[in-house]
């Protein structure tokens, strides 16, 4: 146990499984980032890798880029799997901020003490959360894009269906809401004899995104059940399963709210070209239909006029024809320009 929410948790895998010097993290991140598209405020929850981020950064990157600069969110819950300590049940961790290398993570501990009461199968131990990467190598990530949510942290221990019922309707009753965003740490399948998983040895490349990508249409439906009978079936080790789990049996009662799309997928056999040994990342983004998405929005401080757009196809014309020889260039003082050409903005 911790000491009344006021411990800071210490980062345990800096330097290993991502940059301990600020400089050096702040420039991979912004390197991963960069491949997203389009921020979309319409996005609730986010299923990332969490392997080194030589391996995982740029998949997760694509998914939380999405999230730069989007408004509201306040909160962000992490749920990751337990890759050190065996328990059955989720684990708060009694924390009151997370350290990185960028700064720290305050966790939002009222929020948290009222979960801890919530079920039977929430406590609040620390040492599920010690050494525990899937969960850290998140926050970075999260500090960047969303630098003033606070953190709900939950490692995820061994769950049953019905515990899985049990902590996805406390969860719900108590986190799900338009400031809250769900960060589900996984990686995909692990194959290779190291991992003591070999189902075929035969176009492996093909045959494992196929088994990847069975798994990802049953998320993308919200179906936890088939979910987990999949991973049953196949026997793919998809170490944040469970956590996937919740996040489905969180939002299948309202699905037809929700869609799911794969953000980015690859392998670091295709990032080694050895796939003897592979591990698979995928992102993939849940959006409320019911907000709007970028090309939805209507900020009519950046919508351009017809004449506004004419302005703009005569100048690049005039710019090219002087590129040219063909004509001085345009002399249109910036004054003479419409406000909404000179203000400042994204441009491509």
Known sequence: MGHDWQECRQAAVAGQFYPAEAKRLRTDLGQFLCGAREADPSIRALIVPHAGYQYSGPTAGRAFGLLKGVPGIERVVVIAPSHRVAFKGISLGNYGSFATPIGNLQVDTAACQTLAGASRLISTRQDAHAFEHALEVQLPFIQTVLPKAKLVPIVCGQLSRADIREVADALK?????????????????????????????????????????????????????????????????????????????????????????????????????????????ASLAVRDKTAPTPSQRTDSSQMLSGKEKQTLLDLARKSIRAHLGLEPPPALPPQEHPPVLTGKAASF
Do not use: N
């Not at 995909?188 to 045959?207: L, S």
């Not at 979910?227 to 956590?243: H, K, M, N, S, W």
């Not at 037809?256 to 003897?276: F, K, M, N, P």
């Open 173 to 281: 009753a108590h986190l799900l809401d338009g400031r809250t965003l769900w960060i589900i740490s996984s990686d995909f399948t692990h194959f290779g004899h190291a991992f003591g998983y070999v189902p075929f040895q035969q176009d492996v490349p093909k045959r494992l995104e196929d088994l990847d990508l069975g798994a990802v249409q049953l998320i993308k439906r919200l179906d936890c059940a088939a979910f987990l009978d999949y991973v049953e079936q196949t026997g793919a080790t998809i170490c944040g399963r469970l956590p996937i789990a919740l996040l489905l049996r969180i939002l299948q009662t309202d699905a037809g709210r929700w869609q799911v799309d794969l953000v980015h997928y690859t392998t670091s056999g295709e990032l080694t070209r050895d796939y003897e040994h592979t591990v698979s990342y």
